[in-house]
């Protein structure tokens, strides 16, 4: 019963700010965050954010410089913190992990609404 979920989407205004989390919870040996993606409408997903086991990240070119990823592993919680937003930003937001509990699977989260409109 092991499972990744999103929150901390919903509607802002250009320019505006939002910070999505992404909790894993059950019976947990270990997670790895992987990263953050997102999908628009009519549009194949995408990577926003890479996290990786040292802490280290990479963002692709579009949100460079407005996103953060980080996590708390003491709280199994993935983070994306998403300033200057645009409305290009608009999409579904997904979170991934491999967790180990105690064989290790790849788990995506439920996915968590972004709309950036005026």
């Known amino acids: 019963q092991v499972q990744l979920v999103e929150s901390g989407g919903g509607l802002v205004q250009p320019g505006g700010s939002l910070r999505l989390s992404c909790a894993a919870s059950g019976r947990i040996f270990s997670v790895v965050f992987l990263g953050w993606y997102r999908q628009a409408p009519e549009k194949e997903r995408e990577l926003v954010a890479t996290?990786?086991?040292?802490?280290?990240?990479n963002y692709a070119d579009s949100v460079k410089g407005r996103f953060t990823i980080s996590r708390d592993n003491a709280k199994n919680t993935l983070y994306l913190q998403m300033n200057s937003l645009k409305p290009e930003d608009t999409a579904v937001y997904y979170c991934?992990?491999?967790?180990?509990?105690?064989?290790?699977?790849?788990?995506w989260g439920q996915g968590t609404q972004v709309t950036v409109s005026s």
């Open positions: 991934n992990a491999d967790i180990r509990s105690p064989l290790q699977r790849n788990y």
């Open positions: 996290i990786t086991r040292s802490g280290s990240s």
